[in-house]
């Protein structure tokens, strides 16, 4: 079963520095996103992307954080500059009606 | 922004017992769906509902829409020891590809 994947599994940086988090969705998928899930706390939504462009982004999504899809496969999510609140595991996910797939994850640890 | 009240926070059952969990909003979704996540992996869909009062099986699990539109419940019969890990009620306001929203979850831990 196609699967979305994600790389890489762990990302140590230091604060300040700036992480690119890699994603490769379902093939056949238009619609990806970023959800973010702090240890021990609920999957939140970060930013969705269609058609080349953002389609909605939420609170934290602010201007340290960005989007690309540089070819036909790679989703990727860059922050800028890191913060310590900034740890989290980030879910990459692709749908391509109602439900959405997701990827196992980045743990992104900001020291 | 829109919540979802998820129920309980944790269980801790028996094998073999029965287990019901359930997600509450004050507002109407279209479309409500259970995920499971087990430690250090992503979500993994296990039903998805898309009508009011839609009662769905996957195997031991069973999930129901409620016919407010404010209201779900997953129900997993039988629990065995792989059924740990938490699980998470996501709706959808809109229709379309509108964001999830997640509840908080309920961390399930069954003792053989």
């Known amino acids: 079963e196609p699967e979305v994947t994600q790389t890489p599994s762990h990302q140590v940086t230091q604060m300040g520095q700036e992480v690119i988090l890699r994603c490769v969705p379902i093939s056949n998928h238009l619609y990806f996103y970023w959800y973010r899930q702090i240890l021990g706390q609920k999957v939140e939504f970060l930013v969705s992307f269609y058609n080349n462009e953002i389609s909605e982004k939420s609170e934290i999504f602010d201007d340290q954080f960005s989007v690309e899809r540089p070819d036909g496969s790679n989703f990727t999510l860059k922050i800028r500059s890191t913060k310590l609140e900034d740890s989290a595991m980030y879910f990459c996910?692709?749908?391509?009606?109602?439900?959405?797939?997701f990827g196992n994850g980045t743990r992104l640890t900001v020291t | 922004g829109q919540q979802l009240n998820q129920s309980p926070q944790s269980m801790f059952i028996q094998e073999g017992e029965d287990v019901s969990m359930n997600c509450t909003s004050s507002s109407i979704f279209n479309t409500w769906l259970w995920y499971k996540q087990d430690p250090g992996e992503g979500p993994v869909l296990l039903i998805a509902?898309?009508?009011?009062?839609e009662l769905t099986s996957n195997g031991r699990l069973t999930a129901q829409f409620g016919i407010t539109r404010k209201d779900s419940f997953l129900n997993i019969s039988a629990s065995i020891p792989s059924d740990v890990g938490i699980y998470f009620c996501?709706?959808?306001?809109?229709?379309?590809?509108?964001?999830?929203?997640f509840g908080k979850g309920t961390r399930l831990s069954v003792i053989a």
């Open positions: 996501a709706g959808r306001k809109d229709s379309g590809n509108t964001p999830l929203v």
């Open positions: 996910a692709s749908s391509v009606g109602s439900p959405l797939h």
């Open positions: 509902l898309y009508k009011a009062g």
